[in-house]
């Protein structure tokens, strides 16, 4: 399958650490990317690559690759982490394509 | 720092075609690629297409047959034409720069988006 799938919901303790995830079979070849949306804005980028976080995320988004499942982690989640969050990776034809379906992030 | 921000009707009729412009600002919009991506209401994200700095293309598939993307060096801008729309067009669409490596890409930055509804 050529889509990348993603748990529709994860809810998150305040200060605890959730990790998402992100299947598909072109991440065995690609790496993903992460995009945070928060209501009635524009996705913002957070994790692309090896783990690489754009100037202004804070460090407590990470990033991880294996087989074909890409993960992006929050460690201590805070209020303002709570959004939609979204992976993206190149498909094998080079075709722009669908974005995953999106995780709605709560934090409790 | 680059900053991207789309123009454009907020209505189109049904059947007639969507034109959207994208303005670079804070940097020149040669040497990098450009991207048009949309997302339906309370839906996910979807590519429209790509062009490259070179004026090359690249189209979701299932829009192809409807979807012109160009480039204008001479203003900054990168433009989108969908034809022949329908309800099913209706959707907040964004331009962003696209990035590309080896074996990854990334979207970045974004523009605030423009909500485009079809109806008649």
């Known amino acids: 399958s050529s889509e990348l799938t993603q748990d529709p919901v994860v809810s998150v303790a305040l200060g605890q650490t959730v990790t998402i995830s992100c299947q598909g079979d072109?991440?065995?070849?690609?790496?993903a990317s992460w995009y945070q949306q928060k209501a009635g804005q524009a996705p913002v980028l957070v994790i692309y690559g090896n783990n690489y976080r754009p100037s202004g995320i804070p460090d407590r988004f990470s990033g991880s690759n294996s087989g074909n499942t890409a993960s992006l982690t929050i460690t201590g989640a805070q209020a303002e982490d709570e959004a939609d969050y979204y992976c993206?990776?190149?498909?094998?034809?080079?075709?722009?394509?669908?974005f995953g379906g999106g995780t709605k992030v709560t934090v409790l | 720092q680059v900053q991207l921000q789309e123009s454009g009707p907020g209505l189109v009729k049904p059947s007639e075609t969507l034109s959207l412009t994208c303005t670079v600002s804070?940097?020149?919009?040669?040497?990098?690629?450009w991207a048009w991506i949309r997302q339906p209401p309370g839906k996910g994200l979807e590519c429209i297409g790509y062009?490259?700095?070179?004026?090359?293309?690249k189209y979701n598939p299932s829009l192809k047959s409807r979807v012109t993307i160009s480039l204008d060096t001479s203003k900054n801008q990168f433009s989108l034409n969908l034809s022949s729309v329908t309800a099913a067009d209706t959707a907040t669409y964004y331009c962003a720069r696209h990035e590309r490596y080896s074996h990854y890409d990334w979207f970045d930055p974004w523009g605030q988006g423009i909500l485009v509804t079809v109806s008649s």
């Open positions: 062009i490259y700095h070179s004026g090359s293309t």
């Open positions: 804070g940097g020149s919009i040669s040497g990098s690629y």
């Open positions: 993206f990776c190149r498909d094998i034809s080079d075709n722009p394509v669908v």
């Open positions: 072109r991440l065995r070849t690609f790496l």
